[in-house]
């Protein structure tokens, strides 16, 4: 494929690629026979949609997209059991993991219970001091004072714990997506679109849409006992949050579950979220960039560094005081995270570079190292890399660590692999990401197996990624009116990225540095409209200094289009991404 306006090597060192010339053709085919503008043809096209589908697409309506519950394994007898707790007024946990995921699955049920008359107990693991998933003591203590725990968004693997439980005489209900192993752990129910004897058709969904789903069913059977279940649509801002925060595709049904969401968000009837939004300055209505940049970090925040229950207790009150309450700790939190993150981040880049950036993986691992940071490092370091990237916290005779993976190399099955084989003390997760536990003295050989099994997948044989670029635009172009058009395909997120375009042979008509790394260009044609583009990070990249020091020269640019909202007013601009000189 042609180098797209001849960038072989831009300022980032990438190559920009252009749509393939199939993808023109059928988008210059669905202009013509369903008069869309070409900017969200080529989006359409891109995504395999064909003409007759386009109305369907472009207005997804849940009901039509949302699976049967029942066709996944163990629902069945999962909402029997859940529903018999009900009513019978049984006792009933909630054990759920300290990410968004977790905390907003635990909520779900929370809320629901809760509208139907029956408080829960919510458990969530200390990251440090239990780790991930059920433990031993912790599921013998709520079997002691409980006849059902309900395991979300982990229990997956956690044989010996829910073993302990059932012991002590309580039934243990799964509602996970991690990747399962061969055999199952003991309990009534283990519903999880990956496990082994699943055909993976909805592997691509997160934790929260599992609970979910479960909860259709049970509102189902009993509507068909002639009681009225809670109102499931009210709920999907939880699954939204939780489906963006924990990067699963927006693809197929997850796209409808966070469109619809979103609009639910939009009514700010949450306390916890409407709080959260307040206290991070969201002054528009919500997109899944809110989701994943703004609200998902500051949930996690009690889970990485704080208390970990404090996420899914703020997003499962209804007191409005203790919603603010939490935000703000939450807020705070979330800046301290921050630094912790800083100083890992610049010594682990540090540390993988001295072994080198061109393997299978990169990874790093130090004593003292925050675990609750070291998947964000990670995250930052396969950015960086384009590779798989795995961060450990030592802790004398032990690691704990978190990796994250790139688009076709499957880390959780990888890391799954190094723990059966017993270099890991334990590990799993999913495709983009996974954690792991390690004895210190097999860093170097459990490291090692794994840059072996990536490297089958064909990790580390590219260099840096490619840009994709959407097409071309003009200045003009830019208008309120063509991101209306584009948000039609939305929302964009992983695996349905938001469309990038390209300017050609743009003058800098203006440079302003913001803060201390960022940067605010204008450009344009010799004549007719300026853009207005802002560059996050530009100074930590080649960007900074060449735009900065232009010198009167032409550049082609790349980035995406948003809206910019300040004091009532509206208009467009462009996150700057790339650039090359004309």
Wanted: include cysteine; hydrophobic fraction near 45%; charged fraction near 25%.
């Amino acid at each position: 494929m042609a180098d797209f306006l001849n960038v072989s090597s831009s300022a980032t060192g990438r190559r920009w690629v252009g749509p393939a010339p199939e993808i023109e053709r059928q988008a210059e085919a669905l202009v013509q026979e369903t008069q869309v503008p070409m900017p969200l043809a080529r989006i359409l096209a891109g995504r395999g949609v064909s003409a007759a589908e386009v109305p369907v697409f472009l207005e997804p309506r849940l009901k039509d997209l949302l699976p049967d519950p029942m066709g996944l394994r163990d629902m069945g007898p999962a909402v029997g059991r859940f529903l018999k707790a009900l009513r019978d007024r049984e006792r009933i946990a909630v054990f759920a993991d300290y990410d968004v995921d977790g905390g907003a699955s635990g909520a779900l049920l929370l809320v629901w219970l809760r509208a139907m008359g029956h408080d829960a107990t919510l458990y969530i693991p200390d990251r440090i001091d239990e780790g991930y998933g059920p433990n031993v003591p912790a599921m013998t203590k709520l079997a002691q004072g409980h006849r059902l725990i309900v395991c979300v968004d982990c229990g997956t693997l956690s044989h010996e714990p829910l073993a302990a439980a059932a012991a002590e005489g309580a039934d243990v209900v799964v509602l996970d997506h991690h990747l399962g192993g061969e055999t199952l752990p003991q309990a009534v129910a283990v519903v999880n679109p990956n496990r082994q004897d699943e055909g993976g058709e909805l592997g691509h969904l997160c934790a929260a849409s599992v609970v979910f789903l479960m909860l259709v069913e049970a509102n189902r059977q009993l509507r068909a006992d002639g009681i009225a279940g809670p109102d499931l649509m009210a709920l999907l801002d939880l699954v939204a949050l939780a489906t963006v925060a924990d990067v699963a595709p927006l693809t197929g049904v997850n796209r409808a579950l966070v469109r619809q969401g979103l609009k639910v968000m939009a009514r700010r009837e949450r306390p916890g979220i409407t709080a959260l939004s307040d206290v991070a300055r969201m002054d528009s209505e919500p997109t899944a960039y809110h989701l994943g940049f703004l609200l998902g970090p500051r949930i996690n925040a009690g889970g990485r560094i704080g208390m970990a229950d404090l996420g899914a207790r703020l997003l499962a009150t209804q007191d409005p005081h203790e919603a603010a309450a939490l935000a703000e700790r939450l807020d705070k939190l979330n800046t301290e995270r921050r630094e912790i993150e800083n100083r890992v981040r610049e010594a682990a880049l540090a540390q993988a570079e001295a072994r080198g950036l061109d393997a299978p993986l990169v990874w790093a691992a130090a004593e003292g190292w925050h675990p609750g940071v070291v998947g964000i490092v990670a995250a930052r370091l396969k950015e960086a890399t384009n590779r798989p990237a795995v961060v450990i916290g030592l802790d004398g005779a032990e690691g704990k660590g978190s990796g994250r993976s790139v688009a076709g190399v499957d880390l959780g099955a990888s890391i799954h692999r190094v723990a059966s084989e017993g270099l890991l003390i334990r590990g799993g997760g999913h495709r983009m990401a996974a954690g792991l536990t390690v004895a210190t003295e097999r860093l170097d050989p459990a490291m090692e197996r794994l840059a072996e099994l990536l490297a089958k997948q064909g990790a580390g044989q590219g260099g840096a990624a490619d840009l994709r670029v959407d097409g071309l635009l003009m200045p003009g172009a830019c208008t309120l009116e063509l991101l209306a058009d584009l948000e039609r395909a939305g929302p964009f997120g992983q695996g349905a990225p938001a469309p990038r375009f390209a300017f050609s042979t743009m003058a800098i008509r203006s440079v302003r540095k913001m803060g201390e790394n960022h940067l605010r260009v204008g450009f344009g044609e010799a004549t007719g409209p300026t853009v207005e583009a802002v560059c996050f990070g530009a100074f930590g990249t080649p960007l900074g200094p060449l735009l900065s020091e232009h010198g009167g020269m032409r550049f082609h640019l790349a980035g995406r289009l948003e809206i910019n909202r300040w004091q009532g007013r509206s208009r467009v601009q462009m996150r700057l991404e790339d650039a090359a000189r004309a």
